[in-house]
């Protein structure tokens, strides 16, 4: 097999225990095609503290110009954790429709 670096296989060529050797690769694989939840952000109760930011295992949570946050779909798995650890709880998750 020819030799590709890690950010041009697929999950299907990965062998399991595949040690990723080029850290912050995963941004070329885009893993929120199989969500069934995604956040949704009511901004009027939104104080732009970052929480979600920061708890979010998948780094899907980006800020927006206005210092908003808001959700990059590409990479969210709707978890939900953003939503749990949300204290003003501006965050709902809502199924999502296909």
Not at 22 to 34: A, F, L, Q, R, V
Not at 35 to 45: A, I
Not at 49 to 62: E, H, Q, R, T
Not at 76 to 92: F, L, V
């Amino acid at each position: 097999m020819k030799f590709k670096p890690a950010h041009e296989l697929g999950w299907k060529e990965l062998k399991p225990g595949y040690i990723i050797d080029d850290p912050g690769n995963s941004i070329h694989y885009k893993t929120g095609s199989w969500r069934s939840r995604l956040p949704v952000w009511d901004y009027s109760r939104c104080i732009k503290c970052g929480i979600c930011y920061i708890f979010c295992p998948d780094n899907a949570v980006i800020q927006r110009s206005d210092r908003y946050f808001e959700v990059d779909l590409d990479f969210c798995k709707g978890c939900g954790i953003c939503a749990r650890e949300c204290y003003t709880q501006c965050i709902t998750m809502k199924e999502e429709r296909v």
